[in-house]
């Protein structure tokens, strides 16, 4: 893949958060979570050194605490809680060191798209991508570059 390719090439039939009809988003599942530690979930099926899973789980912990500071579960974000964390990102860290965190947790929302158990019909971090040019574009113009190294 080059650094070229266009984010909405990972999205499915929904490209913003208003083409998803208003009984697919994901606050509807909001009780379904509700005191569900779904990054749990996720990080039991990936096997990591005990050095990155220490990463890992200082990245979803952020993650949490954001999404907390926002009235949402960690796995029901919208496109602007996405951009808000980037944006946090960018400011506190390196670009280098806020993709790393943004990876991870965009990696957790492909394993919720891809798993049954879950409704999630959209990843928000990609929608998030889509638009104008933010901090959650600058994240991803990264990744595509750590791809093309």
Known sequence: M????????RLGV???????????????LAPAYEGRDTWADYRATVELSDRMGEEWDRFARRWKE???????????????DVEAWSA?????????????HWNVI?????????????QHTY???????VGAENST???WN???EKKDE
């Open 2 to 9: 080059s650094r070229t390719e266009p984010p909405y090439d």
């Open 14 to 28: 929904f490209k913003e958060l208003s083409d998803v009809p208003d009984g697919r988003r994901l606050y509807h």
């Open 66 to 80: 954001h999404m907390d500071g926002r009235g949402r579960h960690h796995a029901l974000a919208r496109p602007d």
């Open 88 to 100: 946090e990102l960018a400011e506190r860290f390196s670009i280098d060191r806020a993709y790393q």
């Open 106 to 118: 965009e990696g957790f929302y492909d394993w919720l798209l891809w798993h049954t158990e879950h």
């Open 123 to 129: 990843n928000p971090f990609h929608m998030a991508v």
């Open 137 to 139: 574009r600058q994240i």
């Open 142 to 144: 990264r990744k595509m």
